[in-house]
């Protein structure tokens, strides 16, 4: 399953920028980044089927297992792509909200944009790890 984040806003160089690359050079499984400008562009094509995960202040707050069995039934179940959405300063629209598989937050705190890409992408390597059974993850 293809791991796809899209990003309103450009990143460059920067310390966040290296830790975005860094986690996403770690995942095993296929990945992708899609920056966008903060108002119009084109996402590319997806695959089929899609599972969509919009990250959002008032979305559910999930531990890492429990994003990672979300991940793992999708994977399983013959999603073929997942795209985790970062939308721009003001977030994402009330349809975009609508249509997404799941909205996702990192807690009650308000994160900048760049940390959020940067941590989502820390989770998704997580993820990854504990469904291969990794020790990355340690719990408890």
Known sequence: MLLHIVARGKIARSPEAELVDRYMSRIAW????????????????????????????????????????????WRDGGIRETRFLIGAADGHSQQQRAEADLLLAFGSATWPHLLARAMLAEQLYRATSILAGHPYHRAG
């Open 30 to 73: 296929d990945t992708k980044l899609t920056e966008l400008p903060e108002t119009g562009g084109r996402i590319p094509p997806h695959k089929q089927p899609l599972r969509t995960v919009a990250l959002d202040e008032k979305g559910r707050d999930l531990s890492s297992e429990k994003l990672a069995g979300i991940l793992g039934d």
